[in-house]
């Protein structure tokens, strides 16, 4: 064999492999190992990064993301506001190329193979895996009959996946007249971000308070009470925005009549709105269901939490929104991002042939805008506890911000800063 | 080339695809956590403190003030109150090996 022969085969490892050349050691780490992510929010954007740095760059990388940048959610409530702008909040996918060696798709994936260990790309392609990681966030569940008429999704949005919708909130609030109400209304828990709908309230009502002072916010919270950082929200409701914000808890949204912004409940009157912006019930990202991997409830899907692999199929790791998530953890993109390092770490020690790091420690932070600059947080600390085989909050780590501040603020945006360069860059 | 160069230069590959990486250690998969707001390795964006190359006995110092409460804090008082102290030297003892 010649040496540019040579070089070839290590190119193609499976080949070596199939000559049975490296008898364990295409398993073990060789040049040929392949993982493929699907999805580039905090989870598979860090995932796929992660792989990479933990692997020396020698396990090849391939993420798949429909959408040519990335768009924070975290952050994205400063929009609807008038606080800040999309391009703040929007990072290019280019560094995780560029920096990393991560081959950056921009396509959707169709279908997923367990068996042959395939994707098959929405364009026609097909891609071989040896692991792949899952991390297509939320999609929406089908409970709301007026959503699925024609254009009723354009008209009464959502706006909880950051990007276009983010925007036509915004001009649906400033085509508002001075007067009319904005209302909002929250899915059971769990959803993504719990904090992320009260936090929107504060944001429309400092955008009424200044452009639209008659106006008025109604957050209809299908939950028995307010689910995140409560008397931190109260608070500011009461300090900031009294007379403006109104709660309504146990408000379980059965359908919408998009056409007249009427939302309806299950037990209390129809309520008509000048914005209505429904957050519905939310399950693990299609693929996710689609593959049959949302083993709890049909909605959310089961993991090994040392590794992230899916507990319906091998070599198939979910992480983010999309996981059934063990006690106390949000659905966060904080959390995402640690779910992407802890999984990265397994991946490569599996493919390396070795064991997973058997001690996943990581923490959370959330943090809330409740004015234009002032913050609370909530923070947790999460570990494995291996008899449990499940995530444990720490007793007596983690808690609540003491009092909205501006100095959380600059925190706040700091964070953003650096979890999106952890995430991306 | 025969059987036995084959086998030798398959042998030489696997044992360089191993040496290229070592085992994910647990201590950089800890600190890889802190990286969320810290920095990747600790190199921070502006407005969050920078953990790389510092000295390891000052970081390790601060972090167990913040988990006795005797350093004002935000948050981190809450997060390091999370770790054992000996987990605590061990991250500060990952970052202090970074490059800044």
């Known amino acids: 064999m010649k040496r540019r022969q040579f070089v070839q085969s290590i190119g193609a490892g499976s080949a070596l492999a199939g000559l049975g050349l490296m008898s364990g050691c295409a398993t073990t780490g060789g040049s ?12 598979g954007a860090t995932a796929a990064k992660y792989v990479r740095l933990f692997s020396n760059n020698s396990i090849d990388v391939t993420l798949i993301e429909p959408n040519a940048a990335f768009v924070s959610c975290p952050m994205s409530n400063l929009v609807v506001g008038g606080h800040s702008t999309m391009a703040e909040i929007t990072t290019p996918y280019s560094n995780l190329s560029q920096r990393h060696g991560v081959k950056v798709v921009r396509d959707m994936v169709d279908s997923i193979d367990p068996v042959k260990r395939t994707v098959k790309l929405a364009s026609g392609g097909e891609l071989p895996y040896d692991r792949l990681i899952l991390s297509p966030g939320i999609d929406f569940m089908p409970t709301l009959p007026g959503m699925a008429k024609a254009g009723a999704a354009d008209k009464v949005l959502h706006a909880w996946k950051a990007g276009p919708q983010t925007v036509a909130l915004r001009q649906q609030l400033e085509a508002l007249p001075d007067g009319g109400t904005y209302a909002i209304s929250i899915p059971l828990a769990p959803y993504r971000c719990p904090p992320g709908p009260y936090e929107r309230a504060c944001m429309v009502a400092s955008y009424f308070k200044v452009a639209k002072p008659k106006s008025k916010v109604v957050i209809f919270d299908a939950n028995d009470d307010i689910t995140s950082k409560k008397g931190l929200f109260t608070k500011a409701w009461n300090d900031h925005y009294a007379g403006m914000i109104e709660y309504r808890p146990k408000h379980k949204l059965v359908d919408v009549d998009a ?68 006690p106390a953890m949000p659905k966060s993109g904080h959390m995402a991002n640690q779910h992407g390092k802890t999984c990265a770490a397994a991946v490569v020690s599996l493919l390396q042939g070795k064991e997973a790091p058997a001690n996943p420690l990581y923490a959370n932070t959330c943090y809330s805008f409740v004015t234009a600059k002032d913050v609370v947080h909530v ?47 | ?83 054992t102290d000996e987990q605590l030297g061990q991250i500060a003892g990952y970052f202090a090996a970074q490059k800044p």
């Open chain 1, 32 to 43: 040929s190992a392949k993982v493929v992510v699907v999805g580039g929010g905090f989870g």
């Open chain 1, 259 to 326: 056409a007249t912004n009427t939302l309806k409940f299950e037990f209390n009157d129809d309520f008509k709105a000048g914005v209505a912006n429904v957050l519905p019930d939310m399950r693990a990202g299609n693929i996710a269901v689609k593959t049959g991997l949302a083993t709890a409830n049909a909605r959310w899907c089961e993991v090994d939490f040392l590794t992230f692999e899916s507990k319906a199929q091998k070599n198939i790791h979910v992480l983010g929104d999309s996981i059934q998530i063990a």
């Open chain 1, 379 to 425: 923070a947790s600390v999460h570990k494995y506890d291996t008899e449990k085989k499940t995530m444990v909050a720490v007793p007596g780590a983690g808690g609540l911000s003491s009092a909205a501040s501006e100095i959380e603020g600059a925190y706040a945006k700091a964070w953003a800063r650096n979890i999106w360069a952890d995430s991306l860059a």
């Open chain 2, 1 to 83: 080339m025969g059987n036995s160069m084959k086998w030798l230069a398959a042998a030489a590959l696997c044992a360089s695809a191993i040496g290229a990486h070592a085992q994910v250690n647990q201590t950089r998969v800890w600190a890889a956590a802190c990286a969320s707001c810290h920095g990747t390795d600790g190199r921070a964006q502006p407005g969050m403190a920078a953990l790389a190359g510092r000295n390891q006995a000052e970081l390790q110092k601060i972090l167990l003030e913040y988990k006795a409460g005797t350093r004002p804090a935000t948050l981190m008082h809450q997060i390091s109150k999370g770790y």
